[in-house]
């Protein structure tokens, strides 16, 4: 009988219980998938229809009528329906770019810790320089200089936080080589694709998924940000930080406009925290 | 030590020099430089005069060391808009986006780190839960809604506070106090996982079965260890002075650094932009290599003898 | 179910380079003047300062044979043993493998070399992916050099395990579901799965209980006996080492300082540092004199001129600070490097 069964039995009972306001962060997370996904459907109305009869409308329960629940904008569209596609664009960017990310900074790490030498003083450059201006700034002078189409966007905001996957990938993978699974089983004869790709790879996906759930919100907020600054997304597309932006020339008349998207961008990046945290804390408590 | 300042000081220069080949690279790729940094309807001679200066149809690498020659005179090119040397443009805007960022650091670093320490010293206490609680919302909630929800707030419903401009140092209130919640909650978390961290350790608990008074415990021991990866955070912070209110000055529509970024990107203003890049840069870099010289000064660690 | 076949000369499935003669060669590897140095910096405005891990190490293993490798930690013995395997490049001297020199690593020829030559590692549950049964990772240096169709692997597997004392079902454990004994022999089964002829074993049983120390040692035995596998066994347990080996040498600082049969030289050592360590053991009956070594351990950093246990050498005399001894045969087939241990002949003919 071995001491790991006993540990087996012993985790098993240990185990807390989900909070309550993890399981209430992943319900919203799972509706904003599900709003993501459906959006064509769940819409009441095409995000341009235009209702020029109930321009600013407030929303319902506020002296608005029932057929827009959230409002209208200035243009008579509606609120809900504006949001819902909104919703759409923000993830889809947001998962594109968090891909993009941990796909290109995993692989600079690996690459890091596989040559060493100049390849890691490279990459190591490249991170110091990544961290040596803020985002936001480095961003922006990218969108000067080379104009704002969607896919390019998608891209830029993928170069956010991409040194944290490759200081990951390059530590694990640098730990896993000297003494660890990876030395064995590139010393059986294993081609080194096969060291990171059927051995390393699977091992470090975990701290990697976390390190995701993790960015997500920032990116989320990045985005908001450069379209509230109407540098990122553009109509007719629309964004919730695009909808924020749109709706501040109303704040005074028709709060609403603004406050519906704001107020989600809060609750879905709170909601990705909170799941970001409890997974770390489950599956890899070293992460910080 | 020396040692290791001067590879901080080469790789300080070396980001620099990165960042400047970035601007060449990227201002090279996205179109001709010289009709892209003067304006549209510049004369064809002055053009021509650009393309010369820059030398335009030399080979590449004497492009560069032109183009590099030129920022170290500071000669960055002129604003589309008024056609004012660019580099100029940007300095006079400096005072104004001080003018924030000054106050909400000085905010972020009076309430962030104290409710930090604080927060870590009481852990799981009612004071702790609401220092994590601010600390989240500072995170989630990013910088133009708090704005707004503020200017609603103050400016719309109460009346107290103008929403915008910078007429008088009322004007000043809102986006600072924005600033530097946000910073605050940021620096607050940051500063009490690090306190955990550090109050985790064994010497602290050595520390106390010694026998020595938790205050001096907390004084001698815990802090000096948590301010570490503090300045690190606060570095990057004061790296960020210039940078750090683009978004707090469009909201509050605030003449300032970050505004005429925004401006600036909007109508494709390159010289601009890429003048502020630079300094933006610069001010990391001597930031962090600043942060640097003060690791070098509180580690013990670093000052010793190190295997490559 | 296929049977592993047995075979006296380590050849196994593999096809073998012709050597000269036809038959194969006794010697299986050849390590001359082996050296690896690493850089270290000293102090805060350090100049780089080199520090030897092994400073020319000369060693032979035979087919079907134990060379034992003893020291103390810092000696340099685990070096030796990535040195002998090709997994770090010396910085000088060579490895000659079966007649051929070793590939440079990382190399498709120094990958397919490694289905001959195989390492066991100390800390069994870091060699083993966790993520995958055991089962899978001991097929898999049969996937890697495309041994057998893979329908076949399982079978394979179920044998290798029932030859390293295993039964079937734990070829679907994972790694931390098995006892450190039983994952020891996991690593045992993977490295004999390409039936190598050399086997370099690195403190394999270190991370051990001592009841499991013996079950293991034995199994090693075993496994020579019937596949005649050359052996390099790393250890600085010297019973262990005494128990496996044919032939054992010392090491002190990165140098070979005794080397001979396993039960001579822990009778009678030749060498100073070797009757150290020898005295330390306790040994039941008589009451041996204790030898305690003066001074400080050596640090690699900072070599001793001439002989590099001078410092803590209780013999030491002053040709000892003078000259480095150099690793030589005795009459009675004994390689010492010491002046003294040479006998009178050698302190005249240098003085």
């Known amino acids: 009988m071995s001491d790991a069964v006993l540990a087996r039995a012993a985790g098993a009972a240990s185990r807390p219980p989900v909070p309550l306001f993890v399981r209430a962060a992943a319900a919203w997370v799972l509706a904003m998938l599900a709003v993501a996904l459906l959006a064509d459907v769940v819409a009441p109305y095409a995000y341009t229809t235009l209702d020029l009869r109930n321009r600013l409308a407030p929303p319902a329960g506020f002296g608005g009528v029932w057929a827009h629940p959230l409002g209208t904008d200035e243009l008579g569209r509606d609120v809900a329906s504006r949001l819902i596609m909104s919703i759409r664009m923000s993830l889809l960017i947001a998962f594109g770019a968090t891909i993009i990310a941990a796909s290109l900074g995993t692989a600079l790490g690996f690459l890091a810790a596989h040559f060493r030498g100049w390849v890691e003083q490279i990459v190591l450059a490249l991170v110091d320089f990544q961290a040596s201006l803020p985002f936001l700034i480095l961003a922006l002078a990218v969108l000067a200089f080379f104009g704002n189409s969607l896919p390019l966007f998608i891209g830029l905001l993928g170069l956010h936080g991409w040194e944290r996957y490759a200081r990951i990938a390059r530590g694990l993978a640098i730990s896993a080589g000297a003494q660890g699974y990876a030395a064995a089983v590139r010393q059986l004869g294993a081609s080194p694709w096969r060291v990171y790709g059927r051995h390393v790879l699977p091992n470090i996906a975990s701290t990697l998924i976390v390190s995701m759930t993790l960015a997500f919100p920032e990116i989320i907020l990045l985005e908001s940000g450069l379209s509230f600054l109407g540098l990122g997304v553009q109509p007719p597309d629309t964004s919730l930080g695009n909808m924020v932006g749109y709706g501040r020339e109303y704040l005074t008349r028709a709060p609403w406009i603004l406050l519906a998207p704001a107020a989600t961008i809060v609750l879905t990046t709170l909601s990705v925290s909170v799941l970001g945290d409890w997974l770390r804390d489950r599956l890899d408590p070293t992460l910080r | 030590m020396l040692r290791f300042l001067a590879i901080r000081a080469f790789r300080a220069l070396l980001t620099i020099v990165l960042v400047v080949t970035f601007a060449f690279v990227v201002l090279r790729l996205s179109g001709d430089p010289a009709l892209l940094i003067m304006s549209v309807d510049a004369p064809p001679e002055a053009v021509e005069a650009f393309r010369r200066a820059w030398g335009l149809d030399e080979p590449l690498w004497v492009q560069y060391a032109k183009y590099f020659n030129a920022i170290l005179h500071g000669d960055l090119g002129r604003s589309m808009r008024d056609g004012r040397d660019a580099i100029l443009l940007v300095a006079e805007r400096i005072p104004a986006t001080l003018a924030l960022t000054l106050p909400a650091l000085a905010i972020k670093l009076g309430i962030g780190i104290p409710a930090g320490i604080y927060a870590a010293l009481h852990r799981n206490s009612l004071a702790d839960r609401v220092v994590m609680l601010a600390a989240v919302a500072g995170f989630t909630v990013p910088s133009f809604v708090l704005g707004l929800v503020l200017v609603l707030v103050f400016a719309v419903q109460l009346g107290w506070l103008p929403s915008g401009g910078q007429e008088s140092w009322r004007h000043a209130i809102l986006p600072v106090v924005t600033l530097g919640l946000g910073g605050a909650a940021v620096l607050a978390r940051f500063t009490r996982s690090a306190m955990l961290e550090v109050l985790g350790q064994p010497y602290i608990r050595t520390a106390c079965a010694k026998g020595v008074p938790w205050a001096a415990v907390v004084r001698n021991h815990a802090l000096p260890n948590a301010a570490i990866p503090t300045v690190t955070i606060v570095g990057f912070m004061v790296g960020s002075l210039i940078a750090g209110a683009v978004v707090v000055e469009s909201v509050f529509s605030w003449p300032g650094v970050g505004r005429l970024l925004v401006v600036a990107v909007a109508n494709r203003d390159l010289a601009v932009v890429q003048s502020i890049l630079l300094l933006v840069a610069g001010t990391m870099v001597a930031a962090n290599f600043c942060v640097d010289l003060l690791y070098g000064a509180l580690d013990p660690r670093l000052r010793g003898a190190r295997a490559s | ?351």
């Open chain 3, 1 to 351: 179910m296929t049977a592993l076949p047995q075979s006296s000369s380590a050849h196994g499935a593999m096809p073998h380079p012709a050597s000269a003669g036809g038959a194969a060669a006794p010697t299986l590897l050849v390590a001359h003047g082996l050296v690896r140095r690493y850089a270290m910096r000293r102090g805060m405005l350090g100049r780089a300062v080199a520090l030897r891990a092994v400073d020319g190490v000369s060693l032979t293993v035979e087919r079907g044979r134990t060379l034992g490798l003893v020291g103390e930690s810092g000696c340099g013995k685990s070096t030796t043993g990535r040195l002998v395997l090709g997994l770090e490049p010396p910085d000088a001297g060579g490895v000659t493998f079966d007649g051929q020199p070793m590939p440079p690593l990382g190399s498709a020829a120094w990958r397919r070399l490694r289905a001959r030559m195989q390492m066991v590692f100390q800390d069994p549950l870091g060699a083993l992916d966790r993520r995958l049964p055991v089962g899978a990772q001991i097929a898999e240096p049969l996937a890697i050099h495309r041994i057998g169709a893979a329908a076949e692997r399982g079978a394979r597997v179920a044998e290798l395990l029932r030859v390293v004392g295993l039964r079937p079902d734990h070829a679907a454990r994972y790694p931390h579901e098995l006892s450190g004994g039983q994952r020891q022999r996991a690593v045992l089964a993977r490295a004999l799965a390409t039936e190598p002829a050399l086997l370099v074993c690195d403190e394999p049983i270190s991370a051990l209980d001592v009841s499991i120390q013996a079950q293991v040692m034995n199994l090693l035995t075993e496994l020579q006996d019937r596949f005649g596998m050359g052996m390099l066994f790393v250890s600085h347990d010297l019973r262990a080492v005494r128990q496996v080996s044919h032939r054992v040498a010392v090491m002190y600082l990165g140098r070979i300082v005794e080397e001979g049969e396993p039960d001579a030289v822990f009778r009678e050592p030749a060498h100073p540092y070797a009757q150290a360590l020898v005295s330390a053991l306790p040994h039941p009956g008589a009451l041996r004199q204790r030898i305690v070594l003066q001074g400080d351990p050596p640090n690699p950093a900072a070599r001793p001129s001439g002989c590099a246990f001078r410092p803590r050498c209780p013999v030491a005399v002053a040709l000892c600070a003078r000259e480095a001894p150099a690793l030589q045969r005795r009459p009675d087939n004994r390689m010492v490097a010491c002046h003294l241990a040479h006998g009178e002949a050698a302190l005249r003919k240098a003085a």
